[in-house]
C-alpha cells in the first residue's frame, strides 16, 4: 500500500492506494496555513485515519508521498518556498513517525498530478506524456521513458512560462508574452474583453451585467457554442496560441500524447476538435504521428494518485 498527499492551497487531501496506483480512500481537512506543525500533524492523523477506514495497519504501507506548491528539495523532503501555504523550510521527512517507518517522498503538485494520470488516467498506455493545466495560469509536467521529469534543479516542466509572444504581455512571472498569458482561462477572458472594447456586438455584454459585472472562462465558452462573433474571436485566438505551445512542445519533446487538464479543458470536445486541426496544420512533417491530445480523467485525485507513486 502506498499513501498520496495533496497539500492545496484549501484543503490537505490524504489517499490510500494499491501499488498500482488505484485509489481506495481518501480523507480531507482544511489547509494550515502559516502553521507547519499543525500542517504536519494533520497529514500524519489524516494518514492513520484513512488507513483505519480501510482496515490495514499503518506498518502495511511502503512509502508515502507529498504534492506541495512552491519551492523544495527532494532530498530532504523539504518545501523551501510556500506561498501558497503561508510558510517555508517546512521538513516533511519525519511527519508521520511513530505510526509510519516507511520512506516519504516529496515533489511539485503539478508533477504528481502528470504522474497520476501517467499511472491511472490519460497517460495510460504511452512512455512519454506532457500535461498542460489551463485554470487561472498554465501549469505542466512531463514523463519521459516512463519516469517524471524535473531537470537537474527539480523545477523542469514550467511549461506555462514558455514565450509565445515575445514582448506581449506582462506575465506574473516578470517576463511578456508566456504561454500562461495567452491560454489559460485567465487569458481567454482578457480577449474576450478586448472584443467588447472594441464595440463587437456580443451577448456577453449582457450576461456580464447580469453576472454582477463578472466575466468567466465558461461564460465565452457557452457563447462560442452560439457562434457570438466577439466569444468566437477570442477563442479562435486562443486556440491558436495553445496550439502554438503544443507544437513547440511537440518539436522539442516528441511526447506520445498531450494531456489537457483544468477548467479550460472542461469544455471537452469542443476545445479539443479545433485545436487538434490547427496543432495538425502547424506541425512539421516529420511530426506527423506525434502529439496525441487527450483530456484529464482523474479531476483532483490525480495529484494524490501522483504523490503515492513518488520515487527517489
Do not use: W
Not at 490495514?56 to 510556500?82: A, D, N
Not at 509536467?141 to 514550467?158: C, M, Q, R, V
Not at 491558436?240 to 471537452?268: E, F, K, M, S, T
Amino acid at each position: 500500500m502506498k499513501i498520496g498527499v495533496d497539500l492545496g492551497g484549501t484543503n490537505t487531501v490524504v489517499g490510500l492506494c494499491t501499488d498500482e496506483g488505484v485509489l481506495l480512500r481518501k480523507a480531507s481537512r482544511p489547509t494550515k496555513h502559516g502553521d507547519a506543525p499543525a500542517l504536519l500533524r494533520d497529514c500524519r492523523e489524516l494518514a492513520v485515519e484513512v488507513c483505519q477506514a480501510q482496515g490495514i495497519k499503518t506498518s502495511e504501507v511502503c512509502q508515502i508521498g507529498l504534492g506541495v506548491p512552491g519551492s523544495l528539495v527532494k532530498e530532504t523532503c523539504t518545501l523551501t518556498f510556500g506561498t501558497n501555504l503561508g510558510m517555508s523550510q517546512v521538513c516533511f521527512a519525519d511527519a508521520f513517525q511513530p505510526d509510519f517507518t516507511c520512506t516519504v517522498h516529496l515533489d511539485n503538485d503539478a508533477n504528481c498530478a502528470a504522474l497520476g494520470e501517467y499511472v491511472s488516467g490519460a497517460g495510460r498506455g504511452v512512455r512519454s506524456m506532457v500535461i498542460l493545466t489551463l485554470g487561472t495560469g498554465v501549469g505542466g509536467g512531463i514523463i519521459l521513458d516512463g519516469k517524471l521529469y524535473t531537470g537537474e534543479n527539480n523545477i523542469a516542466g514550467e511549461i506555462g512560462h514558455m514565450v509565445v509572444e515575445y514582448g506581449g504581455v506582462q506575465c506574473n512571472c516578470g517576463r511578456r508574452g508566456c504561454l500562461e498569458t495567452y491560454a489559460s482561462a485567465s487569458a481567454l477572458i482578457r480577449m474576450a474583453k478586448e472584443q467588447l472594447e472594441q464595440g463587437v456586438d456580443s451577448v456577453l455584454t449582457q450576461r456580464i451585467a447580469d453576472n454582477g459585472g463578472k466575466l468567466n472562462a465558461k461564460m465565452v465558452c457557452d457563447a462560442n457554442d452560439e457562434a457570438d462573433p466577439a466569444a468566437k474571436a477570442a477563442f479562435d485566438r486562443y486556440v491558436a496560441y495553445l496550439a502554438c505551445g503544443i507544437n513547440n512542445i511537440i518539436a522539442i519533446l516528441q511526447p506520445q500524447r498531450i494531456v489537457l487538464g483544468g477548467g479550460v479543458a472542461g469544455y471537452g470536445e469542443k476545445l479539443l476538435a479545433p485545436l487538434r486541426e490547427r496543432v495538425q496544420a502547424d506541425l512539421m512533417p516529420a511530426d506527423c504521428e506525434q502529439g496525441d491530445l487527450a483530456l484529464a480523467q482523474l479531476g483532483n485525485d490525480a495529484g494524490i494518485i501522483g504523490a503515492a507513486m513518488l520515487e527517489k
